[in-house]
């Protein structure tokens, strides 16, 4: 979230002892639905942490119980996006951070045959100018949800988009420089590929059933 988002896709993956760490106790197929959601939001708060290290802050003076501090806060009121179902499970960890932030909701659900998103719900403010605005979806594969998402957000003339996501495919990227905007994506990790079925290899399995079990 800087002052000036420059044109195109900008990509930091954040790779810390930490999160790689937690990402393990997610990619773990022994890890069940319980600990999954804790360990999704975990990740999901050091991830919000690094997308906002360069946001832009607004200076305040701050009264200690002894003295005067030059304090600052975030300059803007973000909106967080998460993408349904998955990205729920970001959403109390980045609220926790951000607390002041709005949220806005998508529902996509990716066809199994065909892996094209289809959008079941869109609530979201009708005017999003000059306001940054941050989408969550743990799952980066063929990229079609997020680019979907990232319509949405464009035709309410949002121009200040963040995605976070924990793990993404390189074709899932390729499709974010094709979508051809302006984008920061912030991920925990880059894996191989994708598989027949569209899923990232080696992944971490469908993010939604993890957390809620199968549709
Ligand atoms: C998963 C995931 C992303 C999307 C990624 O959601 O959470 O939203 O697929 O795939 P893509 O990059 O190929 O579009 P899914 O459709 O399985 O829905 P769910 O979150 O409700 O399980």
Known sequence: MTDTPSSGLHVRIVDHPLTRAWLSVLRDEATDNAAFRNALARLAQMLVYEAFADA???PLQV???VGEASCSRLASTPLFVPVLRAGLGMLDAALAA???AGIGLVGVARDETTAMPTEYLASLPQDLTGRPVCVLDPM???GGSLAHTLDLLVARGA???TA???VG???GLDALRAWGGSLRLVIGAVDERLNEAKFIVPGLGDAGDR???PR
């Open 56 to 58: 832009p802050e607004r």
């Open 63 to 65: 009264r200690t119980p």
């Open 98 to 100: 951000v607390p002041e």
């Open 140 to 142: 980066l594969a063929t």
């Open 159 to 161: 121009t200040d988009l």
């Open 164 to 166: 976070i996501c924990v």
């Open 169 to 171: 495919a390189p074709e």
């Open 211 to 213: 957390q809620f079990g």
